[in-house]
């Protein structure tokens, strides 16, 4: 009597299982890897319609973010400034350099100048600058080392993910409120050390401002 | 099993080679593979409305010519023009009591907003004096003439809000109260250099001698 099946199905079973678990990690890997912020957002650094250097203007001259950022404490979304405030300086510097020709024409006519918006959380999320400015959070938190960017990109993540890890545990995140727009400012050289006077100063800042980091679907999502 | 681990490695191998790792650096805008509701049609402060409903596709709508916004100042009161009502002259003193508070407001918003020209001591070296804007700053404490030293408050909140000469103005940036606590803070910078022994408390003379 013949076999009904050949010798070498003996062994399939077993190759077809490797073979799914295989393709099955490698997948879920591809889609955790790819398909998340993480990869998705991470990175993005479109090419802007003037040359402006956070680097330049943030860290060499030392200009505050809220010099030009001015509505970041006041308001829900942080402004991108108008040409006037360029031309405070550039009215004088570089006054006639090619660079900067979109920026005075905007100055001029009044037509905006066509910035690419980089960070942009979905329409149905709710998120609020002026809260997490004014309880000392950080740009850099949530921007990454801007003052060090030449072009801007996006550092973060800034997924659900991402805000949660930190609403449910904000005080090691949060810092002194003179501190807020300088980016380069730890607590101590010093890693370690720096992690533990985050931790107990954090709760510090939780009990005396009463901090109160919603985990509430409601807050993000109204 | 030899050819299904081959093109197994393979196409890892082109998955990594074209998608590359995180955080690389990348031109292209973010994939949303699924739109959901992430990008709705409404509007949004600075964005473009692409919608066609204004020409001029702004989101962050300008006032109508001739129309005021209900929150904007527009009463002709000291604390918003810096002039007596009904004249153009200007108001001697800050119209906002000069407190511990309005100091240290002013001192942070003068850092903020003044500083990068007029520099920290309002002394006209600020920064972008190396850069090109040399000599035309104002120094604030005003060594030779004490033009701007006797300037009522009024002329220097004036001058924070529509600028003066090659000075911008700083309206649209700083609000109201900001400005009067920036010229609160400009008096006590210029006090600071005009001030003689015999007006500081004398228990803190002798760690002045020193």
């Given at each position: 009597m013949s076999d009904t099946f050949p010798k070498w199905t003996n062994k399939l079973p077993a190759k077809v299982m490797v073979g799914a678990i295989l393709v099955g990690t490698a997948l879920t890997g591809g889609f955790w890897y790819y398909f998340t912020p993480k990869y998705v957002r991470v990175g993005y650094q479109p090419i802007q319609p003037v040359a402006f250097s956070h680097a330049i203007h943030a860290d060499q001259l030392g200009v505050d973010c809220r010099y030009c950022h001015n509505g970041v404490e006041k308001s829900w979304f942080s402004n991108i400034p108008a040409a006037s405030t360029c031309m405070n300086c550039h009215a004088q510097v570089l006054a006639t350099d090619p660079k900067l020709a979109?920026?005075?024409?905007?100055?001029?006519?009044?037509?905006?100048?066509?910035?690419?918006?980089?960070?942009?959380?979905?329409d149905y999320v709710f998120f609020n600058h002026s809260v997490h400015v004014n309880r000392g959070v950080s740009c850099v938190h949530c921007h990454g080392p801007v003052n060090k960017m030449d072009e801007i990109y996006h550092a973060k993540p800034l997924g659900m993910t991402f805000c949660l890890e930190c609403h449910r545990d904000p005080g090691k995140n949060l810092r002194p409120l003179d501190k807020i727009t300088d980016l380069d400012w730890s607590y101590?050289?010093?890693?370690?050390?720096?992690?533990?006077?985050?931790?107990?100063?954090?709760?510090?800042?939780v009990h005396d401002m009463k901090v109160n980091a919603s985990q509430n679907c409601s807050a993000c999502h109204r | 099993m030899r050819y299904f681990l081959l093109i197994f490695v393979l196409a890892i191998a082109t998955v990594l080679g074209t998608a590359g790792y995180r955080g690389t650096l990348t031109r292209k805008s973010p994939l949303e593979l699924f739109p959901d509701m992430k990008r709705q049609a409404k509007l949004r402060p600075q964005s473009e409305t692409h919608n066609l409903f204004w020409e001029d596709n702004r989101g962050s709508r300008l006032p109508i010519s001739g129309t005021v916004s209900r929150n904007s100042p527009y009463e002709d009161t000291p604390l918003n023009t810096g002039r007596i009502t009904g004249t153009t002259n200007f108001v001697e003193l800050n119209p906002l009591p000069v407190t511990r508070e309005l100091l240290e407001r002013g001192r942070e918003r003068f850092q903020i907003s003044c500083s990068p020209c007029h520099g920290a001591q309002g002394d006209g070296k600020g920064i972008t004096t190396q850069y090109g804007m040399a000599g035309v700053v104002a120094d604030l404490h005003d060594a030779k003439t004490k033009k701007i030293v006797q300037q009522p408050d009024g002329e220097i909140f004036n001058t924070i809000s529509n600028g003066k000469n090659t000075m911008g103005a700083y309206a649209p940036n700083i609000a109201i109260e900001d400005r009067w606590a920036i010229v609160a803070y400009v008096r006590a910078l210029q006090l600071s250099r005009l001030a003689n022994v015999d007006e500081i408390p004398a228990d803190k003379r002798a760690a002045l001698k020193k």
């Open positions: 979109l920026v005075r024409e905007s100055f001029k006519t009044g037509k905006p100048i066509p910035w690419v918006q980089i960070h942009k959380v979905p101590s050289q010093d890693a370690v050390k720096a992690a533990t006077m985050a931790k107990s100063a954090g709760e510090k800042y | -």
